[in-house]
């Protein structure tokens, strides 16, 4: 359900494409969203946008998919340390992330790692770049290591929609790199995950499946929890223009 606290909406027939599409999964969902204008919900249509697209071009970017020992980032933008990948001092945010999705074949790391790189993308596309670069100005990227700025906000539940991020689990894994897969939330029944690629959920379960170790008996299955950024935090910086 979707909730705005002063007067104005949001027509569904004005929305097109993917925004329309997630307009209409959250107001079928059974979580509350809330907002204080108009702005605030269509700049979060826009993030949310922004992610599915992110995702969809970090899968045709030739990264490859990796452990850390394995990994590869481009020398020009990143140095590897022992926790991840640092942003050079003399690169700017924009740059280096934008470079992931140029030179992706220049790229090798694991499931969790896309997740906030795709997040990263998608806010890199929807606030101004003045603010990316100076939020995100001492980038680490690894895993699940990100920047305070980008406020990823884990919740227990099945509420997910469009741009949330889900993990299948993978108990009987043989591989601890197949323990689970972190995945995009691409509506339609479409999933994007790092090394699978774009999938349906039953798809995505039967990739893992296949990589459990002998004599298995349990399914991969969808975690009851999504991740999603924080709007409202983000929502200040909006390049969108203002009505």
Known sequence: MITIQIPGSISVQSLQGYQKDI???????????EYFTTEELRFELRLRENIIKAAIDLNDSGAVFTSFQYSNFNPAYWSKGRNGYLLRPDVLPTEAIQDIFINGKLYGF????AMVIVFYKAVLDSIRHSAFN??????LVWNWNYDPDLQIITRRGEAYVPGDVIYFSNPDYKEPIWIGANAVVLGGNQYYAHGIGIKTAAE?????NSLRKEGATRSAYVLKQHSRLNVRYLFQFSNLPRD
């Open 23 to 33: 307009y209409m999964e959250m107001e079928k969902s059974d979580e509350q969203f």
């Open 110 to 113: 694991e499931c969790s790692t």
């Open 134 to 139: 100076y939020l995100f100005n001492n980038l």
């Open 204 to 208: 995505m379960i039967a990739a893992l």
